[in-house]
């Protein structure tokens, strides 16, 4: 009777006849339910244990208990178990529909406010992974060296991470509170880089209608990032020397230098000490901003964090874009641990961000990765009757092209399971197997219920 009462209504319904089944339809099911209703008294096991389970599986689920029991003692149990609401028997229909609708708006309520606390803590995190060994050291001197003035030159290949180590110090220093400015030295043109690290007053050349008074005097404070350093002009090198020197800054067209209390910080992706060898920078400078040095590993060095890093991105992203994707399926996986990143960490963030963005399942699949990376996303239907000289995976090709008909055939049925086995010549368990095995959302339909669609 609840059954054609709640899908007259507009909802999705599982049944479990008793205590055991309950349990096995919370543990076993794709998602956590929105909503559970659940007699209190059954002959094997008690609706307790349903919510318990129930809150297990997601906290914010809401559980509604309906019994014919009715006492204070019992309500007082259940809301301090965390039940929703007591319903006595019989129950109203109206009634009791009006109460499952509330709880589907404070199920709703609760899930947005996790995921914008999950979007916050995102943008808060500086998003370094440090499971291996050379991240871990990395960042034991990162604790050891950021309450200090020193300054201190990171290097590493392009997207390997410097301005988040940067922030991490800057957050992990007695001047987290003060502002953390970034400048990449080799995207400003020459002619106003002066101006936007230094200042300038009013007049002080063409187009100067007001004063400016530059990044330096804009990160007092806190801590300024001359991202690319080594790209500086000779020109630049010898004013910024003094100024590390003297700390204070003359801008453009001033007579009086201006003190100026900012903890210098500075990235290359270059071989700089080739350049202080070859003449293209000073080595005076050099040693005033090596004092300490940080030399980020590539990803390729540090597989370890490969992991951790995609589960990261994966969290992020879903909760960017509000969509539930969990994982990856194991051929893409095996495509990741074979790819060398040359574009590192940052390589990585992009291809999980475009991935989270494609994916139409929990699992992330070849076809949702890039043709670079996958070989096989992008591409037609592998062509089985011939064999790559270099060999090939067999279980991904299998397995991307039956996801790839699982997909074509939802698409043409309109989502509709049944439909879609029908058309691939296969059973609606296997459907649902399949489904499954390739990270689709499944809400757990019977067989029955699926003849409805």
Do not use: W
Not at 107 to 118: C, Q
Not at 163 to 185: K, T, Y
């Amino acid at each position: 009777m609840l059954e054609i009462l709640f899908r007259r209504a507009g909802y999705q319904v599982v049944l479990a006849p008793g205590h055991r089944k309950a349990l096995e339809a919370i543990r076993q099911s794709p998602q956590p339910f929105p909503v559970v209703l659940t007699d209190l008294r059954m002959p094997d096991g008690s609706g307790l244990d349903v919510l318990a389970a129930s809150k297990t599986r997601d906290p914010i689920t809401e559980v509604i208990l309906i019994t014919a029991h009715s006492s204070i003692e019992n309500a007082i149990d259940a809301m301090r178990a965390g039940a929703y609401d007591f319903v006595t028997k019989p129950p109203d229909a109206a009634e009791l529909v009006a109460v499952v609708a509330k709880a589907f708006e404070k199920h709703a309520l609760s899930s947005e406010n996790a995921r914008l606390r999950a979007l916050i803590a995102a943008r808060h995190d500086d998003g370094l992974v440090l499971r291996s060994h050379l991240m871990q050291a990395l960042m034991d001197v990162v604790e050891r060296v950021a309450a200090t003035r020193s300054t201190i030159l990171i290097t590493g290949e392009s997207g390997t991470g410097k301005e988040r180590v940067a922030r991490a110090i800057h957050a992990r220093s007695d001047r987290a509170q003060g502002p953390f400015l970034v400048v990449n030295c080799g995207a400003l043109p020459e002619a106003l880089m002066e101006s936007e690290l230094f200042g300038h007053e009013k007049g002080a050349f063409t187009g100067a209608n007001s004063s400016h008074p530059g990044l330096f005097r804009q990160a007092e404070g806190g801590s300024l990032l001359l991202d690319e350093v080594g790209e500086l002009p000779l020109a630049l090198q010898v004013k910024l020397l003094r100024i590390l020197q003297e700390r204070k800054v003359r801008p453009v067209g001033a007579a009086l230098e201006i003190p100026v209390d900012v903890r210098v910080l500075s990235a290359t992706n270059r071989d700089i000490d080739s350049d202080v060898a070859a003449g293209r920078f000073r080595q005076d400078l050099y040693y005033r901003l090596n004092v300490i040095r940080l030399h980020i590993p590539p990803l390729r060095d540090r597989r370890e964090d490969l992991a951790p890093l995609v589960e990261h991105f994966i969290q992020r992203f879903s909760a960017e874009t509000g969509k539930v994707v969990t994982g990856l399926t194991p051929d893409a996986v095996r495509v990741l641990d074979r790819y060398a990143f040359p574009g590192n960490v940052r390589e990585l963030e992009n291809v999980i961000e475009r991935a989270v963005v494609l994916s139409r399942a929990r699992l992330i699949g070849l076809g949702d990765l890039s043709p670079e990376l996958s070989g096989l996303a992008g591409a037609p239907t592998p062509n089985l009757d011939e064999l790559p000289a270099e060999g090939c995976d067999l279980e991904s090709v299998l397995g991307e092209v039956e996801r790839r008909l699982l997909v074509t055939a939802l698409e043409r049925t309109g989502g509709v399971r049944k439909h879609a086995a029908n058309l691939l010549g296969i059973t609606f368990r296997s459907m649902r197997y399949r489904l499954k095995k390739h990270g689709f959302d499944d809400a757990g339909d019977s067989e029955e219920d699926m003849t409805e669609g």
